[in-house]
């Protein structure tokens, strides 16, 4: 079994920022990609951004600039840095991530989910 365990989230003015980490801890033999996502009342769920052990990023368009994701491979911890925040960032994200469980068995984890809110 695997546990994704979210911190950081917290209440920011417009234009402030926030560090929010993810930590993998449990069974696994391999963990990757490594993801974070958001999710508001009403609308599906959006991607955010991702990252490779490699060090390779995708983000979603709306943050491209804003965000920055990154890892710690030792750790098994990845984290995303939120500059420039806007109350439309308001959401609770999200972490993902693939990881190996055996040897041939893989399976997407989530974590609980942290809730981010940016006034105005």
């Known amino acids: 079994q695997v546990q994704l365990v979210e911190s950081g989230g917290g209440l920011v003015q417009a234009g402030g920022s926030l560090r929010l980490s993810c930590a993998a801890s449990?069974?696994?033999?391999?963990?990757?990609?490594m993801a974070w996502y958001r999710q508001t009342p009403g609308k599906q769920r959006e991607f955010v951004a991702s990252?490779?052990?490699?060090?390779?990023?995708n983000y979603g368009d709306s943050v491209k600039v804003r965000f920055t994701i990154s890892i710690d491979n030792a750790k098994n911890t990845w984290y995303l840095q939120m500059n420039s925040l806007k109350p439309e960032d308001t959401a609770v994200y999200y972490c993902?991530?693939?990881?190996?469980?055996?040897?041939?068995?893989?399976?997407?984890?989530w974590g609980q989910g942290t809730q981010v809110t940016v006034s105005a």
């Open positions: 990252i490779s052990r490699g060090g390779s990023t």
């Open positions: 993902n991530a693939r990881a190996q469980i055996g040897a041939i068995t893989f399976k997407d984890y």
């Open positions: 449990g069974s696994f033999f391999r963990i990757e990609p």
